[in-house]
């Protein structure tokens, strides 16, 4: 037992979360004649930048390489077999393996609307998917540790099946556009095959394609949190967001609303606020707001469903995030 726990230990520490890079990083600029401050600006942000960008890139090839095995229209053919509440697990765990942002997920959703499926499993795909990744649980493990990164995933999909279960017994058919409900369904489409080599070509245009997506958004959140981590008092910090404030849940989730990025460009920001005593819980509403709830998405999802029912579905995954946060506060001994 004691070998598997220094297995894991090491599997966490040197390969995920690549300490001994930050080791190396912090050795070579101690031949440099810097303040404190600086050289811990500094570390921070290299050893941040080259962490992020390697497993993104490393995630980012496994990731649709996984995908590829299920393109919309197999998709689709799969979750139309199903119903009830055992639809909406599916339909959640396929947003796991379509790690698309929130905006990108729009399309997928008119057309699973489009062939059919249930509002209560579209529903539940559009949290998921932005929210809960094999992304997302790799690059939470290498800050926060692999317990914090698997009850994540389970809370968002909890959520995720919990907001479409919602949606679906409310009957919202009717507040979706009208456009929406009458574009003809191409689920009978013939799925193209993809040969491995295929396969690894598209994965390597997904690197490409997500890194010129996302790279400013990491350099930001990265300079930021470097920022955060080295510049602001501690107990500026624990004033605000500290776990024992009741309004630190709520004022991280509005916070997060308004912006727009993703789990690569939010992680060095929610790591800086975690070593300087932000409540865990406080983190992580703030995370799945920016990435579920962000501004753009919101302004697309009108353009598909009408007020009625954009206000249920910001309503549902705002109180369930609320009520995450809070979980993750008052139980973090739990996973410490």
């Known amino acids: 037992m004691l070998v598997i726990k220094s297995i894991f230990v090491f599997i966490q520490d040197q390969i995920i979360s690549m300490k001994w890079l930050n080791v190396l990083i912090g050795n070579i600029l101690n031949n440099f004649t810097l303040s404190e401050t600086m050289k811990g600006v500094i570390q921070f942000f290299i050893y941040d930048v080259i ?38 697990i599916l339909a959640a765990l396929f947003g796991t393996v379509t790690p698309f942002c929130s905006c990108s997920s729009i399309p997928l959703f008119i057309g699973f609307t489009s062939a059919g499926i249930p509002i209560s499993m579209t529903f ?22 692999m317990k914090i990164a698997i009850a994540y995933v ?16 409310l009957k919202m058919e009717r507040y979706l556009e009208d456009f929406v409900k009458n574009i003809k369904s191409n689920a009978d489409v013939e799925i193209q095959t993809m040969t491995k080599k295929d396969r690894i070509i598209y994965s390597k245009n997904q690197v490409m394609q997500t890194i010129k997506k996302v790279y400013l958004y990491i350099f930001i959140g990265v300079g930021i949190g470097a920022f955060i981590h080295n510049v602001i008092p501690e107990a500026w910090i624990n004033t605000v967001l500290g776990k ?41 509403s703030f995370m ?21 029912l954009l206000v249920l579905f910001v309503g549902i995954v ?7 946060g809070y979980l993750f506060n008052n139980f973090y001994f739990l996973f410490a």
Do not use: H
């Open 51 to 88: 962490k992020i960008f390697v497993l993104l890139s490393v995630l980012i090839f496994c990731i649709p390489y996984i995908q590829s095995y299920f393109p919309p229209e197999r998709t689709k053919k799969i979750l139309s077999r199903f119903n009830g509440i055992s639809a909406n």
């Open 288 to 308: 799945m707001a920016v990435t579920a709830l962000s501004l753009p998405s919101i302004i697309m999802i009108k353009k598909v469903v009408k007020i009625q």
């Open 154 to 169: 389970i809370v968002g999909l909890v959520l995720a099946v919990v907001g479409g279960t919602l949606i679906g017994k």
């Open 124 to 145: 539940s795909f559009l949290i998921s998917s932005p929210l809960v990744d094999l992304a997302s649980l790799i690059l939470l493990s290498s800050v926060f540790g």
């Open 318 to 324: 705002t109180l369930g995030i609320i009520i995450i």
């Open 244 to 284: 024992n404030n009741w309004y630190s849940v709520p004022l991280a989730t509005l916070v997060g609303i308004p912006m727009y990025a993703d789990i690569f460009g939010t992680l060095p920001v929610a790591e800086s606020l975690f070593y300087k005593g932000a409540g865990i819980g406080t983190i992580l």
